[in-house]
């Protein structure tokens, strides 16, 4: 098992957001989180890195205990995320941007290495970096976060509604890149997304999540089948 989520609560003060959530993620696997806004989706990505503390319950990554680590700690083992929308630093240009995913890895050789090989794949970061992040538009701004999270050579990559506010095309796009990612890198993912349809096309498991609580799990076909699903998740998306 690559990751495992073991009865987990989570609060936010007084509030109780993730609710006894137990998961697991196999090597290689890309597992899609379902769930409306507000669901603890986002919360249940910052637990995995260390952001959020489990109040009970624990966090396991390759074997090792990672709940209370720091999150560098937990960055250094192979954990990345791709973020909804912070932690870009838009005065920067692209590139600084782009090489703080690699803040941890001190041989510039290594480092030199990996932006050839992300540059191969994003050839419009290339074109752009050396202008300012904050100039980019939606589309590659979301794939600068994508790339800055290669960028340190991941095990697992936590991605957080890649599709939100992009137009459709930009999504198909996003998600033609993560199909070539996986296909050409050994990395896990965990998807989390609002748009069901889109999620579960590159999954091969998902679990849903309702109010801090997983209601559902299976692999992506049964859930493309399930009534229920359809009804409360897949009718509308498009
Ligand atoms: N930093 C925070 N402080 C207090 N409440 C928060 C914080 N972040 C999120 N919440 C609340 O926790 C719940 C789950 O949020 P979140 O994990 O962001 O859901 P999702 O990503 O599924 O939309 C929501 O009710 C949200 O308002
Ligand atoms: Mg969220």
Redesign the pocket.
């Known amino acids: 098992m690559m990751l495992e989520l073991r009865n987990v609560n989570t609060v936010y003060g007084e509030m109780p957001v993730l609710n006894n959530v137990t998961l697991q993620v196999r090597r290689g696997e890309t597992v899609c989180i379902l769930g409306a ?1 507000g669901a603890g ?2 919360t249940l990505l910052k637990t995995i890195l260390g952001l959020v503390k489990p109040v009970t319950g624990s966090v396991h990554f390759l074997g090792e205990r990672i709940d209370g680590l720091p999150i560098h700690h937990v960055v250094r083992k192979g954990i990345a995320i791709v973020p ?1 929308r912070e932690g870009l630093f838009p005065d920067l240009p692209v590139e600084k941007n782009l090489l703080l995913g690699a803040y941890h890895e001190g041989n510039k050789n290594i480092i030199e290495e990996r932006l050839e090989h992300i540059y191969e794949l994003f050839p419009r970061l290339k074109e752009r970096k050396r202008q300012r992040a904050g100039t980019l538009s939606g589309g590659e701004r979301k794939m600068l976060y994508i790339a800055r999270a290669l960028l340190a050579d991941p095990k697992l990559i936590l991605l ?2 890649p599709s939100l506010g992009l137009a459709p095309a930009i999504v198909n796009e996003v998600f033609a890149m993560i199909s070539r990612i996986k296909k050409e890198n050994q990395i896990t993912f965990i998807l ?1 997304e609002q748009n069901a349809r889109k999620a579960l096309r590159v999954s091969e498991r998902g679990y849903v999540l309702q109010k801090g609580q997983i209601v559902y799990e299976g692999t992506t076909d049964e859930m493309q089948k399930s009534t229920v699903l359809q009804q409360s998740y897949l009718g509308t998306a498009s």
């Open positions: 806004n989706k986002t909804e957080d509604e989390v």
